[in-house]
């Protein structure tokens, strides 16, 4: 069966270079016949997203702060008038001071807290109330967690939390818009060698553990990520929504490391 995003349109909010997850997932998109958009924030991001965006032939970019609401306001405005609905949009935006992410949760400073769940939890909500309307023939939301939602990870600290806080806003989200034909859910890929992977505290041994232990045999790859997203944003995926869809090699069924590194 070939999967085929011929005629959707959708947004992608969140690649900071080549090697970003919602890089890969833009570009499996692209390949699979679908038509893009993106968001990136800053000046030095949208030098960066520019070739990639040109790359899969799109020349829709737009400088957004998630935590205004102008500039959301304004980025979803100019979606409108550039096309008269969208399909799908990726949520890809996470973050948290990277000075909060060692050691212990205890440290965390509520400055940090609130900031990390407005910016990693609470965006998704703000980003699919204003795309909503555009979704006129039902949709997909796609948003990234990680097992530190559930499980104690080192170092990931409130960014577990704000994880926690972002799966269950996709359960009540994909309540909410069901009716309306738009599904909504996340996907959940273990460590990876990406930009915000690396603010973690020790994340090359967080990656290196994963990689020896899941039973599949490594990380997950940009490409299964993104192969895994084009399935869910396709009519093959039309009956899923609510899930958190994990594409980490098989890790999280561990109880514990494979017996040869016990």
Not at 101 to 116: H, Q, V
Request: with cysteine.
């Amino acid at each position: 069966m070939t999967i085929s995003l011929n005629g959707k349109r959708g947004l992608v909010m969140g690649v900071a270079n080549e090697r970003s997850i919602a890089w890969g997932i833009a570009k499996a998109c692209a390949e699979a016949g679908a038509e893009l958009a993106f968001t990136y924030q800053g000046e030095a991001f949208g030098k960066r997203l520019e070739p990639l965006a040109a790359s899969v032939g799109s020349d829709f970019m737009v400088d957004v702060d998630v935590t205004d609401d102008a500039s959301l306001d304004a980025a979803f405005e100019a979606l409108g008038a550039r096309w008269d609905r969208i399909d799908f949009v990726i949520h890809a935006i996470a973050y948290s001071d990277k000075n909060e992410l060692t050691g212990r949760i205890l440290n965390t400073s509520r400055e940090n807290f609130k900031n990390s769940l407005d910016i990693s939890a609470y965006s998704f909500i703000d980003i699919a109330r204003r795309a909503h309307p555009l979704m006129s023939e039902g949709g997909t939301l796609l948003t990234l967690t990680y097992m530190g939602s559930t499980r104690v990870t080192p170092n990931y600290n409130v960014m577990g939390v704000a994880k926690a806080a972002l799966e269950s806003a996709t359960r009540y989200l994909a309540n909410d818009l069901g009716p309306d034909g738009i599904r909504v859910n996340a996907l959940s890929p273990g460590p990876m060698k990406t930009l915000a992977g690396a603010a973690i505290g020790g994340a090359r041994k967080t990656y290196k553990h994963t990689d020896q232990n899941a039973p599949l045999g490594g990380n997950a790859t940009l490409e299964a990520v993104g192969g895994t997203a084009v399935w869910l944003i396709s009519d093959a995926g039309a009956c899923t929504t609510g899930e958190i869809v994990r594409v980490d090699g098989g890790y999280h069924v561990l109880g514990m490391p494979q017996y040869d590194n016990l």
